[in-house]
């Protein structure tokens, strides 16, 4: 079965790291991008960026970049998505998502859980 | 504000037929980069409905539909269900944001 499986909710304070993951199973992960979409409380999606994890081309999309590092290890088939410094306003729920076809930017029709991240003083 | 604008609402009673517009511009749906759907019940993580602007993954059942013209983009949904009542978003990809992908604000079915 291919599938995404998130890290866990995570807790943390203003000005703490943060680094979630996303496992890929199932598929050639090196082959196919991963896109980190956020989701703020009762909030829309967002798309925050996308990694290749087969030469680790990473696009931000302009309102996260330099706010966020997306990574991979292929050799774990695992995707990253990690803060240095967080914010109250850092507070959603973070999606992993693939593709439907390996190579491309088409659809996404594999997604994680979710990782849910609470930031508070 | 989102790049692609969607109604905030949309309602319909069981079995009738509802639409969900998606607008862009020049600089995404309108230079031809592809708008696909999805669809987000509570609590729960996205479920792509419609790819490349027409097509639909398996397991999608056909009475959801996608068209795109100039810059604009639409999801109809025929014989509305009560399960269809959730949120569905647009999303393609924008030239003037360094080819980010891009999302609509989303909007909420309400089935009567």
């Known amino acids: 079965e291919v599938q995404l499986v998130q890290s866990g909710v995570e807790v943390k304070k203003p000005g703490e790291s943060l680094k979630i993951s996303c496992k890929g199973s199932g598929y050639k992960f090196d082959t196919y991008w991963i896109a980190w979409v956020r989701q703020m409380p009762g909030k829309g999606l967002e798309w925050m960026g996308i990694i290749y994890p087969g030469d680790s081309d990473t696009r931000y999309s302009p309102s996260f970049q330099g706010q966020v590092t997306i990574s991979a290890d292929k050799s774990t088939s695992t995707a990253y998505l990690q803060w240095n410094g967080l914010m109250a306003s850092d507070t959603a729920t973070y999606y992993c998502?693939?593709?439907?076809?390996?190579?491309?930017?088409?659809?996404?029709?594999?997604w994680g859980r979710g990782t849910m991240v609470i930031v508070s003083s | 504000q989102s790049v692609l604008t969607q109604p905030p609402s949309v309602s319909g009673a069981p079995g009738q037929r509802v639409t969900i517009s998606c607008t862009g511009s020049s600089s995404n749906i309108g230079a031809g980069y592809v708008v696909n759907w999805y669809q987000q019940l509570p609590g729960t993580a996205p479920r792509l409905l419609i790819f490349?602007?027409?097509n639909r993954p398996s397991g999608v059942p056909d009475r959801f539909s996608g068209s795109q013209s100039g810059t604009s983009a639409s999801l109809a949904i025929t014989g509305l269900r009560a399960e269809d009542e959730a949120d569905y978003y647009c999303?393609?990809?924008?030239?003037?944001?360094?080819?980010?992908?891009?999302f609509g604000g989303g909007t909420k079915v309400t089935v009567l």
């Open positions: 490349d602007n027409t």
């Open positions: 999303q393609s990809y924008d030239s003037s944001l360094s080819y980010s992908g891009v």
């Open positions: 998502a693939r593709p439907v076809n390996t190579g491309s930017f088409d659809g996404f029709d594999i």
